[in-house]
């Protein structure tokens, strides 16, 4: 767990962060959400000491990270960041050994957590083990930077824009293969981007900055349907319609979808989005596709013009 309490930064005259608090539980990903210069990444170095803070407190796990050595509180939590940050004239492995080594890893350990951690992010050790940074897509770079920050299994991982220097098609491939690692489960996890499709996607809660304050805090069905004044609102103007379909899943329209009396061969999950559900009417050119309760394994149809009609009725009510 992460609580930071009043936390605050001044550069001279200017405050970057202004007394803000937030709490962290263990296994949850928390979202530092704003546009350029909103204080976001200043939050994020804080916890980690590579900024120090002005004034506030912050402890991890009940531990005060103030009256730690800052070298040695590094150790302790993953890092990664947009510029991957990798030692150019280190290999692949060599890279993601660095940390372990510190921490008196024996040789055997490090090479088969490399080699796991590799092989899920689409990178085997054979073939890419021996390569230097140089000779890797900006995609693969990024894979190499989320394995050294996993593989000492720190049970705090911070990201700071992690994804942003890829293109778009890399981009959302590699943040999915991210969310779906096993290592991931219960670690505590801060995130920033000013992309607000990713922060959606990759977070349980959602702490919306602007001019060094939180302005709002919640998941993003808060964000969206209870906006906390016009700021908030206008934030997600631009891409509203995409985001409140993304944010919805069909559980939530649940009681709202007709039981199927047989099972179409196009089947989502109760928790895959309502925007998900509209992709796949529309890619498949069905009329109708299947949604299947995980809970009970109860079936429910759902079309194009029952989506919408929910969707509608839900949003009106929240």
């Not at 329209?253 to 989005?273: R, T």
Request: overall charge negative; glycine content about 6%; charged content about 25%.
């Amino acid at each position: 767990m992460i609580v930071a309490e009043k936390l605050s930064k001044n550069f001279n005259d200017i405050q970057a962060v202004a007394d803000i608090s937030f709490t962290v539980k263990e296994g949850e990903t928390m979202v530092l959400l704003g546009t350029s210069g909103c204080g976001k990444t200043t939050t994020l170095k804080m916890i980690n000491r590579l900024i120090e803070a002005t004034s506030g407190s912050i402890s991890i796990n009940g531990q005060d990270i103030f009256q730690q050595q800052p070298e040695i509180l590094r150790r302790t939590i993953g890092y990664v960041s947009q510029n991957n940050g990798l030692f150019p004239h280190y290999t692949v492995s060599e890279n993601i050994a660095v940390v372990p080594r510190l921490l008196g890893w024996d040789k055997v350990k490090i090479r088969e957590h490399a080699e796991k951690l590799l092989d899920q992010l689409k990178l085997p050790v054979a073939e890419f083990g021996d390569k230097y940074p140089d000779e890797l897509s900006g995609g693969q770079k990024q894979r190499v930077t989320v394995a050294r920050a996993l593989i000492s299994d720190s049970p705090v991982l911070l990201m700071d824009e992690p994804f942003g220097a890829l293109d778009p098609v890399t981009r959302a491939a590699v943040r999915k293969e991210f969310v779906n690692l096993p290592e991931l489960k219960k670690k505590t996890i801060i995130l920033v981007t000013h992309d607000v499709q990713e922060a959606f996607e990759m977070g349980d809660r959602i702490c919306l900055m602007d001019k060094g304050r939180i302005v709002q805090s919640g998941d993003a069905k808060d964000l969206l349907f209870r906006p906390a004044n016009d700021f908030v609102r206008s934030f997600f103007e631009n891409q509203r319609l995409y985001l409140e379909l993304t944010a919805l899943k069909f559980e939530d329209i649940w009681h709202l979808l007709p039981v199927s009396d047989s099972m179409p061969d196009n089947v989502l999950e109760s928790n895959q989005s309502l925007w998900q559900g509209m992709e796949l009417l529309s890619q498949r050119n069905v009329k109708e596709i299947a949604i299947k309760n995980l809970q009970n394994g109860e079936v429910r149809i759902g079309t194009q013009s029952s989506i919408q009609t929910a969707f509608n009725q839900i949003k009106n009510n929240i």
